[in-house]
């Protein structure tokens, strides 16, 4: 299901409302959430908006009900109160509250990574091959059926967390039991060797894609959040590479459902073949985020970004 937006552009802070802007919450990304929620906030209060900082989703239900909000614009990254996975959007479609990015499904499919990619698969669109470990899975029977080099990842968690790089047996079971330390499934998948690249979109635009290179052997959390020494490239292809590229997320983000802004992530192997990984639905706006920085290549600065995030929450049925 796509939704679209049925205003024209806001041009005056007021049309907004009184805004809650949702982070923190109890996710393994509240730290990243509570950064991004800070930036936020700055930047729409510079813009005149009327906006207020929440701590999680029970305290935004709770506030909803006594302070009247207009609107919500939701920064909260994750799942199991992370509000990126489809509960949060639900509870504000209940209570009939607009709030920027994906709705239920488009949130809840992005988050669920194995069902994603089925999804894409049956749309011929590219993703690495993959299996989905429940717990208890025979990890080794399921690693020689993707093959080795592979990753083990938690199938419904962001920001690289849990995520190991596998290149032979004897290193499946710690990487098995750092990504079981959080919940739900795992999921395996085919480790492809080449370039990192991500392709914001906000709206219906495609913004520049993003050449991702760490310092060390990949993007991890390190690398995404607190090292200085991760170069980002962008755009990160030209011509035709280029155009392909921001395609095939924009074809990746609507099979989703998804819709209002985001970020999909993609590898490029040696071959020059594209691979998508996954679909953010409230992505990072940090210092080292990396929509902020797509955008900025684009001609549209930090507080002018979030000013159109914010209007994407004016859809039809809300």
């Known amino acids: 299901m796509s939704m ?10 007021a049309q907004f409302g009184r805004v809650a802007v949702v982070m923190g919450g109890s996710s393994a990304e509240r730290e990243v959430s ?46 199991h109160g992370g509000g990126e996975d489809g509960v ?17 499904l488009g949130s809840a ?32 029977a399921a690693a020689k059926e993707v093959g080795f080099p592979l990753i083990v990842k ?19 079971d710690q990487a098995v039991e750092l990504a079981a330390k959080y919940p739900g499934d795992l999921l395996m998948e085919t480790l492809i060797e080449g370039d990192e690249l991500t392709v914001g979109i906000l709206g219906r635009q495609v913004l520049p894609s993003i050449h991702i290179v760490p310092k060390g052997a990949f993007y991890d959390y390190n690398a995404k959040y607190i090292a200085e020494d991760t170069l980002y490239l962008c755009p990160g292809l030209e011509g035709d590479a280029e155009t392909e590229l921001r395609a095939l997320a924009l074809a990746a983000f609507d099979a989703l459902g998804c819709y209002g802004w985001g970020r999909v992530d ?6 020059g073949r594209n691979w998508l990984l996954e679909v953010n639905t409230a992505p990072g706006m940090t210092s080292h985020s990396l929509v902020p920085k797509a955008a900025k290549v684009a001609g549209i600065d930090y507080q002018e970004l979030c000013w159109r995030v914010l209007e994407t929450s004016f859809r039809e049925g809300l």
């Open 34 to 79: 509570l950064d991004s929620g800070r930036n936020v906030l700055e930047a729409l209060k510079a813009r005149g908006v009327d906006a207020h900082a929440v701590d999680g989703i029970p305290a935004l239900l709770d506030a909803l009900r006594t302070d009247r909000f207009a609107r919500v614009f939701n920064i909260l990254h994750g799942q």
């Open 154 to 172: 938690p199938a419904c968690e962001g920001s690289s967390v849990g995520v190991t790089r596998v290149f032979e047996e004897s290193q499946l």
């Open 88 to 104: 949060l959007q639900g509870a504000l479609e209940a209570l009939n509250v607009p709030y920027t990015g994906s709705g239920v």
């Open 4 to 13: 679209k937006v049925t205003v024209d552009k806001i041009s005056d802070p």
């Open 266 to 271: 993609v590898m490029r192997d040696r071959a």
């Open 109 to 140: 499919l992005s988050m669920d990574k194995p069902r994603a990619k089925r999804v894409w698969q049956s749309l011929g669109l590219p993703t690495p091959k993959f299996v989905a470990l429940p717990r208890g899975a025979d990890v080794h």
